[in-house]
């Protein structure tokens, strides 16, 4: 019982047409519910009803994160334990805050993050069907990734915010990017038994360093890139590998200014392994294993 995944982002964009026009035609996306404020989507392969929301708002950034849990009781079972440990939670009902939203809570990090938990989204399909299917629609458009993965975050205290995730809502540390002062630099944390469905570096309070998609194969992540550059989206980072991870990986940008990546790759692991560290010295490899260094336009944050 507990958190299964990262469920959905709601992130900023001051331009909903343009913004709508980039997840639906580059990043191949679809539309499953528009407001005059929002529009709603999901990927070809996610059945429930959206992953991925965007409010218009006259900037960027993240409004807030959505993690699904198994079961109707793990909404009172996290309620209490938030609580408890002194965070306000607010309850909303199904469907009571977006078209096909499950049952939620949501809450504050001590980061300010908002996070919200939610059950019984509603599910409308992948795009194949339930007999016989092939392995992916042949009409795709865009990059098309088959679902959201992970959603990496700023926040001034990396180690705070690592505990809460860890001793409130069970999270597991994979890895860790530990600073020569004994300080966590940037933690990655996981309840899917991936490498990670989350991460944090420190930065400001509040921000948003990217949300990534899944692709299948490293292959896959060069066909991104194919994609992009067709269409003419800034690549901030081509295809390559992280030394944390270990995934494969490329940055590019939304038209309002938030992070994208395309990641696939990492590992499997178990609730009792231990964490990996990587010393400050090799901070760039950890990042970029093949250059070994990180520029600071990519340390850049976005709240
Ligand atoms: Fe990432």
């Given at each position: 019982m507990g958190i299964l995944r990262l469920s959905h982002v709601e992130i900023r964009v001051p331009d909903l047409e343009l913004a709508t026009a980039y997840y639906a035609e580059v990043v191949g996306m679809y539309e499953t519910a528009r407001e005059p404020d929002r529009v709603f989507l999901k990927c070809w392969?996610?059945?429930?009803?959206?992953s991925v929301i965007l409010r218009f708002e006259p900037t960027y950034g993240l409004n807030h994160m959505g993690w699904k849990v198994q079961f109707h009781e793990d909404l009172d079972t996290y309620t209490d334990q938030l609580t408890n440990a002194g965070f306000k939670v607010t309850r909303f009902a199904h469907g009571e805050i977006g078209p096909g939203h499950g049952e939620s809570i949501r809450f504050a990090m001590p980061s300010g993050h908002m996070m919200e938990l939610v059950y019984g989204m509603d599910q409308v399909g992948n795009?194949?069907?339930?007999?016989?299917?092939?392995?992916?629609?042949?009409?795709?458009?865009?990059?098309?990734?088959p679902r959201l993965d992970h959603i990496f975050i700023t926040c001034e205290d990396v180690g705070l915010n690592t505990r809460f995730l860890q001793d409130v809502l069970g999270f597991h540390l994979t890895e860790q990017i530990l600073g020569?002062?004994?300080?966590?630099?940037a933690t990655w944390l996981e309840h899917s038994h991936t490498s990670h469905d989350i991460a944090l570096v420190t930065?400001?309070?509040?921000?948003?360093h990217h949300f990534a998609y899944w692709v299948d194969d490293w292959t896959a992540i060069r066909d991104v890139a194919d994609v992009l550059a067709y269409h003419g989206v800034h690549i901030e980072k081509n295809p390559t590998r992280h030394g944390a991870t270990r995934g494969h990986c490329l940055y590019f940008f939304d038209p309002a200014g938030n992070r994208n990546e395309a990641f696939t790759g990492g590992y499997y692991v178990d609730p009792e392994e231990p964490p990996v560290t990587w010393t400050e010295a090799e901070m760039g490899r950890a990042i970029f294993y093949f250059d070994g260094v990180v520029n600071q336009d990519f340390l850049t944050v976005h709240s």
């Open positions: 392969d996610e059945h429930q009803h959206h795009l194949l069907p339930l007999t016989n299917p092939p392995p992916k629609p042949l009409n795709l458009i865009g990059f098309a990734p020569d002062d004994g300080f966590q630099i930065g400001q309070d509040g921000g948003l």
